[in-house]
């Protein structure tokens, strides 16, 4: 029977993050997937020739963000990024800037100029409103926009809710909108991850070891794509919300990872310490609960550990531990996900619909988000060819094949000649957020029933989106453990198998 310090069911993003950070504050860990891969949903691959990730990725709040705070401290290799780019909407006649502040927003000409006003009264008044801390989360796009707008418009604000919760504008919260689209701050408590570094240095007792312990704080410079990092450098101060409706400078700290998104998960890899121990193709079936406590897991042995992370779907709990408190379970069938299907497309050649860099969103019928990532990198493409990733949302109402048949439709309507070009097609279906920010849906507690098991991933978090939140999620659960003298506890050696 082995025994570790820490299991953590699970080798997407958070997974492997967690064990970066937890074994480098000292403590053994086994990680445990059920997949022949690690990475989840972080992660990349060749379809004949091309290099497709799973879905396309912008990742975000590079400048300040909890995902940099976690590279800098705890990574020792870094991906490097490249400048996102900009955000655009394809009509069918031409492919317009997103706007990224009211100022822009009044020249938006993609919708109605009555509507533009209206609308931009509503961005104004909502910010107006969490400026003196309303929050709105609970408040619907639907209900906080004017009611005579255009089809188009709706439809517009229908598209972003999309893809800011993955639920319609009469599910998705001002609040979500307001932050995914960067007009409100969203980012990490700079002194956050600050204090919870501090309690090891500070900590009166330690020993020699401990110096071995110590993150690797402020050691590593950051390592940006030079144009990114010359961007970054000009926001050196957080905006206040109203100067940010002005200036709205946030997008710029977004990038997408050189190589493709299996960079992101190299770096992660490359940084684990020895003491890290991965089994693939190992599913957990039970978590072990004696008198309450978290003892460990059963997957194709028995694994003990002092602490249980799970960053699977919190909702499979019910399915790993017998007599959880019904109450509980309840909050967590209340969790809402959503399905995104990404339909990746090989292009025999670039082609000038794609001659941009960034993403483009197309929000009529069946709204899509889509990503030439070939243009950041072109070693994704065979040479002279182009990679570009479409994501839809899944109508769960409807069959996947008719899903899939008319997301095909929407690209080859949108982009004439599209066609012509296709030499390799692939699919992913994917739940993209283990919980979507919908205003009627749950989220899990980092805490569970269960003493010394803890959750961490997408449904444990709100604050911003994907690989985002997960780093959001994994500093909430250090902040938690520290809390619970489960990140520090002195005085005991590392447990050998
Ligand atoms: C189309 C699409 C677009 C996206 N766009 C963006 C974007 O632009 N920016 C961004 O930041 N993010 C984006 N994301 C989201 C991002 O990819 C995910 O949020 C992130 O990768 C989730 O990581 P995770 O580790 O929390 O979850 P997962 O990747 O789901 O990892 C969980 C892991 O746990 C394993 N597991 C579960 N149960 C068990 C068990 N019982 N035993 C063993 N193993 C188990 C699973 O196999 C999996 O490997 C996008 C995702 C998709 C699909």
Known sequence: MQKYDVIIVGAGVTGLLSALVLSKHGKKVLILEKNKYVGGNCNSYEVDGFQVDTGPHAITHLLEGPLKRIME??????????????????THKRIVKVPSNIKEFVTFDVLPKMDRLLLSQAITKALTYTTFGMDLSKQSVYDFLPKNLSKDTYEFA??????????????????????GSAFLRDSVDPDQLENILKTD????????????????????????HTSLQTRLNKVSHPLTTLGRLATNKVSYSQGYPRK????????????????????????????????????????????LADLVIHTGFAKDLPRLIDDLPSSYVKEL?????????????????????????????????????????????????PEGKQLVGFSFIVDQDKGERSEIKKAYETIYNAIPNIE????????????????????????????????NLYLAGTDTDRRSMGITRAAYSVIEMLRILTTDGNLHRRGEKNSSP
């Open 201 to 224: 240095d500070n900590s009166s007792d330690s020993n020699e070891d401990d110096n071995e312990d110590k993150v690797l704080q402020n050691l590593i410079p950051f390592n940006l």
């Open 420 to 451: 012509d070009h296709v030499e390799m097609k692939h699919e992913q279906i994917i739940i993209p957020e283990k919980a979507a920010v919908t205003i009627n849906g749950n989220f899990a507690d980092i805490r569970t029933p269960v003493r």
């Open 260 to 303: 493709g998104l299996k960079s992101l998960l190299n770096a992660i890899l490359y940084s684990l310490p020895k003491t890290v121990e991965i089994m693939v193709e190992n599913p957990v079936r039970k978590i072990l609960v004696e008198d309450g406590v978290a003892k460990g897991v059963i997957a194709d042995d028995i694994y």
């Open 158 to 179: 229908d598209a972003i809710s999309y893809f800011l919760s993955g639920k319609d504008m009469k599910y998705t919260s001002a609040q979500r909108v307001l932050e």
């Open 333 to 381: 069938e209340g969790i809402v996900q959503t399905k995104s299907l990404t339909i990746w497309l090989g292009l025999d050649t670039t082609m000038e619909a794609f001659n941009y860099i960034g993403s483009e969103i197309w929000f009529k019928e069946k709204p899509y988000w889509a990503m030439p990532i070939s243009n950041y990198d072109s070693s994704l493409a």
């Open 73 to 90: 401290s705890y990574f020792d290799y870094l991906p490097v990024f490249e400048d996102y780019g900009d955000y655009f909407i394809r």
